[in-house]
């Protein structure tokens, strides 16, 4: 298993990734219904990740062939607060027949190394309150709880 800065070689393999976790978030939360092809726009916007700046996107490759993926950020704070920006996990995921196989804890940690190499020392991310599979993994590595995000549906 590597875990490496994704290439343009890697998007049909990242799509693909993302495709069941999509189709997974939209099981556990009716909150993420999706469009018929979710493929529509997510090339797009991956290929904006890879080239923007203060943004990285890892892939784990299994032979060559993608079967996780993660985009990591560096975003600035509110002007108000002492810390100038921090690091935000966009996406992380893991085709379902390879998890639980330390490829997720691997990829964290290239995060973090890059995280540390820009002297950033808060990281956030958003997971799902029904994520019964991501939840455990973030706690697993010492993440915790500070936000409740609120949502109405009308
Ligand atoms: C979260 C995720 C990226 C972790 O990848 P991974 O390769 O399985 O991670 P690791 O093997 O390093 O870690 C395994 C840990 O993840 C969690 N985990 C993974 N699969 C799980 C499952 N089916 N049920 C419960 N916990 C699970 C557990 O904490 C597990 O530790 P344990 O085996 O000691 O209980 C992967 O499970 C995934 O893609 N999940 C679906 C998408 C997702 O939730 N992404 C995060 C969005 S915020």
Redesign the pocket.
């Given at each position: 298993m590597k875990i490496v800065i994704a290439q343009d070689s890697h998007v049909p393999g990242i799509i693909e990734v993302w495709e069941e976790?999509a189709l997974?978030h939209e099981d556990i939360d009716p909150r993420y219904p999706m469009v018929d092809n979710v493929r529509s726009g997510y090339k797009e916007h991956l290929r904006e990740m890879m080239a923007a700046e203060d943004t990285l996107v890892f892939v784990a490759l299994n032979e060559g062939n993608v079967v996780?993926y993660s985009i990591a950020q560096i975003r600035k704070s509110s002007p108000a607060f002492q810390r100038e920006k921090y690091g935000f996990i966009e996406?992380?995921?893991?085709k379902a027949d390879?998890?639980?196989?330390?490829?997720?804890?691997?990829m964290l940690g290239k995060i973090m190394d890059w995280f540390k190499s820009r002297n950033i020392d808060m990281i956030e991310?958003?997971?799902?309150v029904a994520?019964?599979?991501?939840y455990?993994?973030?706690?697993?590595h010492g993440f915790k709880d500070y936000l409740h995000r609120l949502y109405l549906k009308t």
């Amino acid at each position: 298993m590597k875990i490496v800065i994704a290439q343009d070689s890697h998007v049909p393999g990242i799509i693909e990734v993302w495709e069941e976790f999509a189709l997974f978030h939209e099981d556990i939360d009716p909150r993420y219904p999706m469009v018929d092809n979710v493929r529509s726009g997510y090339k797009e916007h991956l290929r904006e990740m890879m080239a923007a700046e203060d943004t990285l996107v890892f892939v784990a490759l299994n032979e060559g062939n993608v079967v996780g993926y993660s985009i990591a950020q560096i975003r600035k704070s509110s002007p108000a607060f002492q810390r100038e920006k921090y690091g935000f996990i966009e996406e992380m995921a893991v085709k379902a027949d390879y998890r639980r196989r330390g490829i997720g804890a691997q990829m964290l940690g290239k995060i973090m190394d890059w995280f540390k190499s820009r002297n950033i020392d808060m990281i956030e991310l958003d997971v799902t309150v029904a994520n019964q599979v991501g939840y455990p993994f973030w706690k697993k590595h010492g993440f915790k709880d500070y936000l409740h995000r609120l949502y109405l549906k009308t």
